[in-house]
């Protein structure tokens, strides 16, 4: 069993300088150390822009609708895996702005229904290969993950769940109380209401710069080819005969022989303007993060008896979070209750954080789906695919959500470790309700 | 903190006192439907950016399920109203109308 603890705090602002600019074409630049420090010699002048800011041209071979984490990592193994490289990513904002931009960055494949388990076993293999595959440092951190389990009953459901993640080729422990105080003594143990019985530690699981993934996709993407076009909002889909034609956006018409709706938490507008009405409802989750402390959380750590998951920042802000706010919601904001719900949960938990003062809070819109799995899959219209229903687990799926979505668009096939996330299972009944709670979009 | 008023027992209620429900006013499918009509009424949902009407139930209240009309973007109550109708009332849609001139209906 390993498990490491947090490193120490690095300048990796350094290995993204310019990540951000645009208009240059100085995208060939490999990223290393040795460059940072020769850099760092000669005032940083030398860094140019990590992608083209290019016009959209009048037709692609794919046109992937969202430049987030989802679809740029689509797009970026359309080139890789696939050759496909005449593909335009379009993005009504900046990339990255949506929930790849905000979130709590968790990473970890401790899925047990068959369908969810090898798909996020695959997506955990790329993370830890990305920063070489990117030549990008997205400061992937195998910290560990617990989670706590606080009766006889949650205990056996983790030991069957350890059990599958075993049986998956990932890696899983159970641990004691006594387990569980080596790793977190901070916790409050002897609480009457919620006793701390054990923990499922999953090593592998930890945590990566949320920014860092989309800019590394993305210029990666725009290294083999790809046109990242930004401040282009689709508008229609264009069909003819039950074939994709191409998209209407804010800078004109653009002609594509396949188009990959990728949007998160808008996929029910998008979807719509294909005629189309999806088994999602948009729904908020808050998030929140402290002002930066000296290392003292060095784990993932959720709380099996409210929803709460906490972990701690390279820079040192502690990021948690809990549940949705459980009605619809585009607001990009919650409401008091749930932040009060949080801290509650927060403090029973871990008393120790009482005193941290909460810098900032936010809201992202989830596409939740009735069964709180996702959907990758050709839809009724020929060559317009969707990838969407990430309910708010979307950010540890962005390498093997890109690579399976890639591969469908590629291939007409669905990738063998996303069979099961196909639109019809609502149609049969296979649901893939990884939480057991139920057919209602608000409860996963 | 959203405020909805319970259309039965005429409390005001925060969302703390409420329980959320789903989309409103869905034709229900049952045996006999075909399968495309079953899955569309168990899971498709209309999912608007603006003008939602979804089921509420007052949990901790006088317990009843009642229906409300609220703009899912701004987070605006258009109003709430009993749940034994089949379509919105039409003091509801004309304040609607009234605050979003281009809505587009409710089905």
């Known amino acids: 069993m390993i498990v490491r603890t947090r490193p120490a705090d690095c300048h990796t602002n350094l290995f993204m300088s310019g990540a951000r600019g645009f208009g240059g074409r100085g995208n060939s630049m490999r990223y290393s150390g040795l460059r940072v420090i020769t850099e760092g010699l000669f005032g940083n002048k030398g860094w140019t822009p990590a992608w083209r800011d290019p016009a959209p041209k009048a037709e692609y071979d794919v046109v992937i609708i969202g430049g987030g984490g989802h679809g740029l990592s689509t797009a970026y193994y359309l080139a890789r895996n696939h050759g496909i490289t005449n593909v335009a990513v379009l993005e009504k904002g900046h990339l990255g702005s949506g929930n790849i931009g905000r979130n709590t960055t968790i990473v970890r494949a401790n899925y047990f229904l068959p369908g969810n388990s090898e798909f996020y076993s695959h997506s955990l293999k790329l993370w830890e290969g990305l920063e070489a595959e990117l030549n990008y440092n997205v400061m992937h951190s195998q910290r560990g993950l617990i989670n706590l389990f606080h009766s006889d009953g949650q205990r056996d459901a983790f030991v069957r769940r350890g059990n599958a993640m075993i049986n998956q080729g990932d890696d899983a422990v159970l641990l004691d109380q006594e387990g569980v105080r080596e790793h977190l003594p901070y916790l409050d143990f002897e609480q009457t209401r919620f006793p701390i019985y054990g923990g499922l530690l999953h090593p592998r699981g930890g945590t990566a710069r949320h920014d860092a993934v989309a800019w590394g996709y993305a210029r990666g993407a725009d290294r083999r080819g790809v046109d990242l076009i930004q401040n282009c909002e689709v508008t229609g889909i264009d069909i003819q005969g039950g074939v994709v034609r191409g998209v209407q956006t804010t800078r004109g018409a653009i002609r594509a022989k396949k188009v990959g709706i990728i949007v998160a938490g808008r996929s029910s507008q998008v979807a719509a303007m294909a005629g189309m009405r999806l088994p999602v409802e948009s729904h908020v989750l808050q998030a929140f993060v402290t002002e930066g402390l000296k290392p003292v959380i060095d784990h993932v750590i959720s709380f099996g008896m409210g929803h709460f998951y906490i972990s701690q920042s390279d820079k040192g802000g502690l990021v948690f979070g809990g549940d949705l706010d459980f009605y619809a919601s585009y607001a990009a904001r919650g409401n008091l209750p749930m932040v009060e719900h949080v801290m509650e949960a927060g403090m029973t938990l871990m008393p120790m954080i009482g005193r941290a003062k909460v810098l900032r809070s936010w809201g992202g819109i989830m596409d939740m789906t009735p069964d709180g799995s996702p959907v990758i899959d050709k839809t009724h219209v020929e060559g317009l695919f969707i990838d969407c229903g990430w309910n708010y687990g979307g950010f540890k799926a962005v390498p093997a959500s890109g690579w399976s979505m890639a591969h469908l668009m590629a291939t007409g096939e669905s990738h063998e470790v996303a069979r099961k996330f196909r639109l019809e299972r609502f149609a049969t009944g296979h649901l893939l309700d990884e939480e057991g709670t139920g057919s209602q979009h608000n409860l996963h | ?107």
């Open chain 2, 1 to 107: 903190m959203l405020i909805l008023e319970c259309p039965y027992c005429g409390v005001k209620a925060d969302e703390t006192e409420l329980s959320p429900g789903y989309e409103a006013h869905l034709k229900r499918f049952g045996p006999g439907s075909t399968d495309e009509e079953f899955e569309a009424y168990m899971f498709a949902r209309k999912n608007p950016k603006g003008v939602h009407f979804e089921r509420w139930r007052h949990a901790y209240g006088c317990g009843k399920w009642f229906l409300a009309a609220r703009c899912t973007a701004t987070l605006e109550v258009f109003g709430t109203y009993p749940a034994q109708v089949s379509e919105p009332p039409p003091d509801i849609i004309a304040k609607i109308r009234a605050r979003r001139p281009d809505w587009s209906g409710y089905k």
